[in-house]
């Protein structure tokens, strides 16, 4: 398992994007110390076993289930060109209301519609799953459009089994940066670290912490949240044992 993780690169990157998100800015350390929500329901239907369309609704808060701020619906296409590749195409409605004490205080902040194009790049290393999610965001608001460019690097790693499947847990991680196409370029940075259980092809729970840090943006707000996800892949069989729940949306 040593070698898993200390002889890849992918390791080498991670750890980089850890010391970038935690140790690197001093503004990380002076957030709001209450710890927000971030909800997020995803589904997944297979055409067949090339094609695939996703649904996902998020909610967000900026204390514990209480002052609501932000809200998405969003959808899109997948095609799995194989164990290794996927391609998505995606649009959505992104709704961030004034920060304060109550739930979506008006005026709302920031109101777009997005697309975006993206692929997925795949590795395996035993037990490990290594994701790369590269997307190009088409951001549409009231009085501007821009761009955005986006890199996750995600690990999934199942506890007690070899792979995820019925009944089982597991553990994973990810750090997302975000990128434009104008000074300063950097926009913001997410880590997520948390454990997910699969309780049948159909359906998973995942839950974990998320840190948001934000360098100049329009939108929502950079601090912590407690993230939990249901997500439901409605294949109606499943054509191989490796199964983790999408969250490649």
């Keep these: 398992m040593k070698k898993i993780f200390f002889n890849n690169p992918f390791f080498s990157i991670f750890l980089i994007f850890f010391y970038l998100n935690f140790f690197q800015n001093n503004k990380i350390l002076a957030q709001e110390n209450d710890l927000g929500t971030w909800n ?11 094609w695939s369309l996703f ?4 909610l967000r808060s900026v204390s514990f289930y209480k002052n609501f701020h932000y809200y998405e619906i969003k959808g899109g296409i997948n095609y799995r060109l194989n164990k290794n590749f996927g391609f998505s195409v995606g649009g959505g409605d992104y709704n961030t209301f004034r920060i304060g004490e109550g739930d979506f ?3 709302i902040q920031n109101k777009e519609f997005r697309t975006w ?3 997925n790049m795949y590795n395996y290393l035993e037990k490990l799953k290594i994701e790369h999610r590269y997307r190009a965001e088409q ?3 009231a009085n501007k459009y821009s761009n955005r460019f986006r890199y996750r690097l995600a690990f999934t790693l199942p506890i007690f089994k070899n792979v995820v499947e019925k009944n089982t847990l597991y553990a994973t991680m990810s750090n997302e940066l975000f990128l434009t196409d104008e000074a300063p370029f950097f926009q913001r940075n997410r880590f997520f670290v948390g ?3 699969e309780f049948t092809p159909f359906l998973a729970v995942q839950t974990g912490f998320m840190n948001q840090f934000d360098y100049k943006i329009d939108d929502e707000t950079g ?3 407690l993230q939990i996800s249901i997500l439901m892949d409605f294949k109606a ?3 191989n044992k490796e199964s983790v729940p999408s969250t490649e949306n």
């Design 117 to 119: 194009v993206q692929v």
């Design 40 to 50: 997020i329901y995803n589904a997944r239907f297979e055409v067949n076993s090339k």
């Design 223 to 225: 601090k912590n949240f």
């Design 195 to 197: 454990i997910g259980y």
């Design 237 to 239: 069989l499943r054509r």
């Design 55 to 58: 649904f996902e609704p998020q």
């Design 105 to 107: 205080i008006i005026p």
């Design 139 to 141: 951001r549409f608001g």
